[in-house]
């Protein structure tokens, strides 16, 4: 059984920067994808970013690209998301989640994914 827990989320201003943490256990990192999403009340769960078990591949959603970088640290288990130039628009409950499989249509898409977290919430305001 895959567990994952998040951290890092909190309230900054727009601009300000956050990174977000993703850990792991159970998981073997020897296939599969571990990707960042987040939601808002009455909306879908929205893919933000994924990397491969190797790191080697890194997905981004158009919204982030440029602001948000996804890293891997295997021997820590942990997954990062840095996100800078922070905006309202990125208000959300984030969510991490896990699927060791080794087809994939899109690792930006939640139902690909079989573990998640229960998500740490990030408030930009001013």
């Known amino acids: 059984q895959v567990h994952v827990v998040e951290s890092g989320g909190g309230s900054v201003q727009p601009g300000e920067s956050l990174t977000l943490a993703c850990e792991l256990t159970?998981?073997?990192?020897?296939?599969?994808?571990v990707g960042w999403f987040r939601q808002t009340p009455g909306k879908e769960r929205e893919g933000v970013a994924a990397i491969y078990a190797f790191g080697v591949d890194l997905r981004y959603a158009n919204s982030v690209r440029g602001r948000f970088a996804i890293s891997l640290d295997r021997a820590a288990s942990t997954i990062y998301l840095q996100m800078s130039n922070l905006q309202p628009a990125d208000t959300a409950t984030y969510y991490c989640?896990?699927?060791?499989?080794?087809?994939?249509?899109?690792?930006?898409?939640?139902?690909?994914?079989?573990?998640w977290g229960q998500g740490t919430q990030v408030i930009v305001s001013s």
């Open positions: 989640a896990a699927d060791g499989k080794s087809t994939w249509r899109d690792p930006l898409v939640a139902a690909e994914y079989q573990f």
């Open positions: 159970g998981f073997s990192f020897s296939n599969g994808f």
